[in-house]
């Protein structure tokens, strides 16, 4: 069974850093756009970032560059995601999700974009 879990979520403070990770099983990633959507208490779901896991390539939303960063682990059928300088607006459900047939990309962030696989998430939550 195909499936994506993620860990790594839970509480901080403003200024600190955390790590999240999604793990696949019963499949590899090798040709998967990968990444993470949020979404916080009353509000859209976000798309934040995207890797293409065969050649390393990331998108990220515009509200998160410079303090998220995503990345890969070939050896562990893995991606992650390390936030930086945390912020309350960083709190939300974070899911992991990925596609075989659509590489990472601008669009691939946009809420109404069809993803094949979901995780069942993690939360985070930033205090002041």
């Known amino acids: 069974q195909s499936q994506l879990v993620e860990s790594g979520g839970g509480l901080a403070q403003a200024g600190e850093s955390l790590g999240l990770s999604c793990a696949a099983s019963g499949f590899t990633l090798e040709h998967y756009g990968i990444g993470w959507f949020r979404q916080a208490p009353g509000k859209e779901r976000e798309g934040v970032s995207c890797?293409?896991?065969?050649?390393?390539?990331t998108t990220y939303a515009d509200s998160v560059k410079g303090r998220f960063t995503i990345s890969r682990d070939s050896a562990k059928n893995t991606v992650h995601l390390q936030i930086q300088n945390l912020q309350p607006g960083d709190t939300g459900h974070y899911c992991?999700?990925?596609?075989?047939?659509?590489?990472?990309?601008?669009?691939?962030?946009?809420?109404?974009?069809?993803?094949?696989?979901w995780g069942q998430g993690t939360a985070i939550t930033v205090s002041s």
């Open positions: 890797i293409s896991f065969s050649d390393g390539r």
């Open positions: 992991g999700a990925a596609d075989p047939d659509y590489p990472c990309g601008g669009s691939w962030l946009q809420p109404s974009t069809y993803l094949q696989l």
